[in-house]
């Protein structure tokens, strides 16, 4: 079963930075777009940036500037580098993966969730 698992989340003071990567694990052929997206409690799930196969980005416009996506395919992981954090940046960061299982499934795939949270 494909899985994907984040890590790097965690407390920060506002000005900080993290880290955060997803590792996507099982049968997998190849990668399309990667993304990540944050939701906080009473607001829809919000995409912060995403890149596609042939490396090209987009990022919110609260993330650039300060937000950094990249990938590795050969080791099936997307990242993100947060620099200079803010308090409302606060909230559980989500990856979500465009796989391809076999030549006829092609499916996206979203993380457990890590939390974020930049507070002094």
């Known amino acids: 079963q494909v899985q994907l698992v984040e890590s790097g989340g965690g407390l920060v003071q506002p000005g900080g930075s993290l880290r955060l990567s997803c590792v996507a694990s099982?049968?997998?052929?190849?990668?399309?777009?990667m993304g990540w997206y944050r939701q906080v409690p009473g607001k829809q799930r919000e995409l912060v940036a995403n890149?596609?196969?042939?490396?090209?980005?987009n990022y919110a416009e609260s993330a650039k500037g300060r937000f950094t996506i990249s990938r590795d395919n050969a080791k099936n992981t997307v990242n993100l580098q947060m620099n200079n954090l803010k308090p409302e940046d606060t909230a559980v960061y989500y990856c979500?993966?465009?796989?391809?299982?076999?030549?006829?499934?092609?499916?996206?795939?979203w993380g457990q969730g890590t939390q974020v949270t930049v507070s002094s």
């Open positions: 979500k993966t465009r796989l391809l299982t076999t030549w006829f499934i092609r499916d996206d795939y």
């Open positions: 099982g049968s997998i052929l190849s990668i399309g777009i």
């Open positions: 890149i596609d196969s042939d490396g090209s980005t």
